[in-house]
C-alpha cells in the first residue's frame, strides 16, 4: 500500500467557473502531493469576470461535515478561504477552536477580484474577533488586510492583526502601485522579511486560494512557515506565468504548470 498523503482540510467557497475557490485549492493541494477534504462554506454564481451571487451555506451543516471528517481523518493543515456569511465564520470557529495543534491558513476573502464585495462589516468583525486569533498563516492582499485592520500604513495593519492573534501575517502586494509585487511576511519577534516579485501582466481569478493553499499544504508536509511561504510564493508565481485565459475576463493560474514541462 502506498503512503498516505498529508490531508488539508478546507472551508471554501465554490466557484463554477473554476478559478477561484475550493477547486483552486484542490488543485493546489493536489499539486503539492497533498489530499483535500472540503467543507464548501457557500455555493457563488459567477464568471471569469465577477461573482454576481453569493450563496452561504447552512452553518450547522459546515460543522457536521466538518465534524464527520475530522472523526475519520488526521487532518494536517486547515486552510479557510470565502466566507461569505458572519455565521459562517462563527461555525468555522466552533470547529477549528477544538484543532489547537493543526496549523491553519486563513485567506481573508472581502472582495471578487471583479469588484463584488464578499463581505460586510459583521463578517469582518467575526474574522477578527473570532479567527484570528486561530490563526496560524493570514494572507490578505493589501487592500483586504487595510479593511481588517481599520489602518492605512502596511506595517501598522501586521502589526494589528497579529496584536489580535495572527501569529504570522503575509500581506501580498499585487494590488499597490509599484514596479515589482512586494510580499511581506510578518513573523513573531517582530522579524519580517519582504519578497520581491516581477510583476506579472494579467488579472489573475483564484491567485489569493492558489497561494493560501500552497501554504497550508506545504505545512502539512511540515515545513516551517517561513519555508512554507517562500515555496508557496515560487508555486503561485509559476502557476500565474502559466495562466490562460477560459472565457472573457480575468485569467486562470495553471496550478498543473508542471505536468506540461
Ligand atoms: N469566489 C470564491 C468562491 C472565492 O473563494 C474567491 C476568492 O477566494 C473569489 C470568488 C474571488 O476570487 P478573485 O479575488 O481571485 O477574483
Given at each position: 500500500m502506498s503512503v498516505r498523503p498529508?490531508?488539508?482540510?478546507?472551508f471554501s467557497g465554490h466557484d463554477p467557473s473554476g478559478g477561484a475557490g475550493i477547486q483552486a485549492d484542490i488543485e493546489a493541494i493536489v499539486s503539492h502531493r497533498c489530499h483535500a477534504a472540503s467543507v464548501i462554506t457557500a455555493l457563488t454564481e459567477q464568471d471569469s469576470r465577477n461573482v454576481k451571487k453569493l450563496l452561504p451555506q447552512n452553518p450547522a451543516d459546515i460543522i457536521c461535515q466538518a465534524e464527520t471528517l475530522l472523526n475519520d481523518f488526521k487532518v494536517s493543515a486547515i486552510k479557510i478561504g470565502l466566507l461569505g456569511h458572519a455565521d459562517t465564520a462563527l461555525a468555522v470557529h466552533d470547529i477549528v477552536r477544538q484543532c489547537p495543534d493543526i496549523p491553519v491558513v486563513l485567506d481573508p476573502v472581502l472582495?471578487?477580484?471583479g469588484g463584488t464585495e464578499l463581505a460586510g462589516e459583521q463578517l469582518i468583525s467575526a474574522i477578527v474577533a473570532k479567527l484570528l486569533p486561530l490563526t496560524t498563516v493570514l494572507t490578505p492582499n493589501s487592500q483586504e488586510a487595510r479593511k481588517l485592520a481599520g489602518v492605512n500604513d502596511l506595517n501598522a495593519?501586521?502589526?494589528?492583526?497579529?496584536?489580535?492573534?495572527a501569529q504570522n501575517v503575509l500581506i501580498t502586494g499585487s494590488h499597490e502601485d509599484s514596479l515589482l509585487v512586494h510580499n511581506r511576511l510578518f513573523m513573531p519577534d517582530g522579524l519580517n522579511e519582504t519578497f520581491n516579485w516581477e510583476r506579472l501582466?494579467?488579472?489573475y481569478h483564484g491567485s489569493g486560494c492558489t497561494l493560501a493553499s500552497a501554504i497550508a499544504a506545504l505545512l502539512a508536509q511540515g515545513l516551517d512557515v517561513f519555508t512554507a511561504?517562500?515555496?508557496a510564493q515560487e508555486f503561485t508565481w509559476q502557476s500565474l506565468a502559466?495562466?490562460?485565459?477560459p472565457g472573457k475576463g480575468q485569467h486562470n493560474p495553471r496550478r498543473l504548470f508542471w505536468m506540461d514541462a
Amino acid at each position: 500500500m502506498s503512503v498516505r498523503p498529508p490531508i488539508v482540510l478546507c472551508f471554501s467557497g465554490h466557484d463554477p467557473s473554476g478559478g477561484a475557490g475550493i477547486q483552486a485549492d484542490i488543485e493546489a493541494i493536489v499539486s503539492h502531493r497533498c489530499h483535500a477534504a472540503s467543507v464548501i462554506t457557500a455555493l457563488t454564481e459567477q464568471d471569469s469576470r465577477n461573482v454576481k451571487k453569493l450563496l452561504p451555506q447552512n452553518p450547522a451543516d459546515i460543522i457536521c461535515q466538518a465534524e464527520t471528517l475530522l472523526n475519520d481523518f488526521k487532518v494536517s493543515a486547515i486552510k479557510i478561504g470565502l466566507l461569505g456569511h458572519a455565521d459562517t465564520a462563527l461555525a468555522v470557529h466552533d470547529i477549528v477552536r477544538q484543532c489547537p495543534d493543526i496549523p491553519v491558513v486563513l485567506d481573508p476573502v472581502l472582495a471578487a477580484g471583479g469588484g463584488t464585495e464578499l463581505a460586510g462589516e459583521q463578517l469582518i468583525s467575526a474574522i477578527v474577533a473570532k479567527l484570528l486569533p486561530l490563526t496560524t498563516v493570514l494572507t490578505p492582499n493589501s487592500q483586504e488586510a487595510r479593511k481588517l485592520a481599520g489602518v492605512n500604513d502596511l506595517n501598522a495593519c501586521a502589526s494589528l492583526l497579529r496584536a489580535k492573534g495572527a501569529q504570522n501575517v503575509l500581506i501580498t502586494g499585487s494590488h499597490e502601485d509599484s514596479l515589482l509585487v512586494h510580499n511581506r511576511l510578518f513573523m513573531p519577534d517582530g522579524l519580517n522579511e519582504t519578497f520581491n516579485w516581477e510583476r506579472l501582466p494579467q488579472h489573475y481569478h483564484g491567485s489569493g486560494c492558489t497561494l493560501a493553499s500552497a501554504i497550508a499544504a506545504l505545512l502539512a508536509q511540515g515545513l516551517d512557515v517561513f519555508t512554507a511561504v517562500n515555496e508557496a510564493q515560487e508555486f503561485t508565481w509559476q502557476s500565474l506565468a502559466a495562466a490562460y485565459l477560459p472565457g472573457k475576463g480575468q485569467h486562470n493560474p495553471r496550478r498543473l504548470f508542471w505536468m506540461d514541462a
